[in-house]
């Protein structure tokens, strides 16, 4: 397995690759790679001849009072993970590599970022949508794999890939959990021993507005209260946001119908963490 560093590196191998007619896949992560993780990598792995995984902290998308200095990392554990898995290359920039000094070029995104996590992190889906489009720019893959539990990131970027004419196939892959339910996610190694029994509360309010849904409610306003009570019952529990929204446009609906996306984010003690499910 080949470890990059630098973009270079990068693009002379996908060329090489492109010479012998492979196909290439991306997985872009921030690290501390955990099986959701791997199961984006795996997928990416049986679908193309050679995959580039990024392993990149990306400070952009971070707001300034949030946890970008805290965030777990363990780039070793990263790179065994990745190369068990059949992952062809590693990319592991520094952030000086992918923002010079004078950086001052974005892409930006209006009426999908400006509901759910986009609300409560005015700057996030700026960074996210312009390290995805330079990493896009650098590997120039055929397909780039991202996981459901951040639905709205994978709304966001099927619409820029849209909306920007981008030659690349987005795979979305399902949200990977604990056996006691709980959504994988780097975040959760944040919490102690008393919030990790208190985090349950999200995929169980997840588990409840499903069964309302499959039960024939129609009422977004009736799962959505039903769901903020049941979070609201973890005194641990504080909520950022409960919403129901049309599955592409990310915009708040009445009536639930297909494609519909209930999406929570609930901080439980400092750590904030995200959930969801589709219609």
């Not at 590693?90 to 609300?119: Q, R």
């Not at 990493?135 to 619409?159: E, S």
């Not at 209260?225 to 129901?244: C, F, G, W």
């Not at 599955?247 to 901080?267: D, F, N, R």
Request: charged share 25%; proline share 5%; net charge negative.
């Amino acid at each position: 397995m080949i470890i990059a560093y630098t973009v270079k590196e990068v693009r002379e191998q996908v060329k090489a690759w492109r010479k012998e007619g492979l196909t290439v896949g991306l997985v872009p992560t921030m690290g501390y790679l955990h099986e959701g993780h791997a199961s984006l990598m795996r997928k990416a792995v049986e679908q193309n001849d050679r995959v580039v995984t990024s392993v990149f902290l990306n400070p952009t998308q971070f707001g300034p009072t949030e946890d970008l200095e805290s965030y777990p990392r363990d780039f070793d554990q990263d790179c065994r993970l990745c190369e068990s898995i059949g992952v062809s290359m590693v990319f592991h920039p520094e952030p000086e590599e992918m923002y010079a000094p004078d950086f001052c070029t974005w892409v930006n995104m209006d009426v999908l970022t400006g509901t759910l996590c986009g609300k409560s992190r005015p700057t996030h889906f700026r960074g996210v949508c312009t390290v995805v489009s330079k990493l896009f720019n650098i590997v120039t893959p055929d397909r780039a794999y991202f996981g459901q539990k951040d639905a709205q990131q994978l709304a966001v970027i099927r619409r820029m890939v849209r909306d920007l004419n981008m030659d690349i196939e987005i795979v979305g892959c399902p949200i990977v959990r604990e056996a006691d339910g709980l959504a994988k996610s780097s975040r959760n190694t944040y919490l102690n021993k008393e919030e990790r029994k208190a985090a349950l509360i999200l995929s169980q309010s997840i588990a409840l507005g499903q069964q309302m849904v499959q039960d024939g409610e129609k009422s977004a306003a009736a799962v959505k209260a039903a769901m903020t009570e049941k979070i609201n019952s973890e005194p641990l529990a504080r909520i950022d946001y409960v919403e129901i929204v049309d599955g592409l446009s990310m915009q708040p609906v009445e009536t639930i119908k297909e494609p519909t996306l209930a999406a929570i984010a609930v901080y439980i003690g400092k750590t904030r963490l995200i959930d969801n499910f589709i219609i």
